[in-house]
Nanobody, 115 residues
Framework: QVQLVESGGGLVQPGGSLRLSCATS????????MGWYRRAPGKERELVAAIINGGTTNYADSVKGRFSISRIFNTVYLQMNNLNAEDTAVYYC???????????WGVGTQVTVSS
């Protein structure tokens, strides 16, 4: 059974930084893409960042230049710098396995940016 375990969320002041981690296990197939979505109160879920096999990355316009996604084996990281109140949300890790056409999700980790 594929499992995703997120960590690193919390409360941070505006301008601060956080690093989210998502460790995955249980997949018999290679993981084709991993990334992070977020859902802020009263807003639609949005893709924050994704990394595809081979290293291609994709970012939401609102986080470009501030967030950086990376992957080491089956763990994906999201380095978030210069955070602001609009970044407050629950952040969800996901992965996609093309061989089975399935996606998997973590339970989410809360990021709150407030002074």
């Amino acid at each position: 059974q594929v499992q995703l375990v997120e960590s690193g969320g919390g409360l941070v002041q505006p301008g601060g930084s956080l690093r989210l981690s998502c460790a995955t296990s249980g997949s018999s197939f290679s993981i084709d893409s991993m990334g992070w979505y977020r859902r802020a109160p009263g807003k639609e879920r949005e893709l924050v960042a994704a990394i595809i096999n081979g290293g291609t990355t994709n970012y939401a316009d609102s986080v470009k230049g501030r967030f950086s996604i990376s992957r080491i084996f089956n763990t994906v990281y999201l380095q978030m710098n210069n955070l602001n109140a609009e970044d407050t949300a629950v952040y969800y890790c996901y992965l996609w396995i093309a061989a089975t056409k399935r996606e998997y999700w973590g339970v989410g980790t809360q990021v709150t940016v407030s002074s």
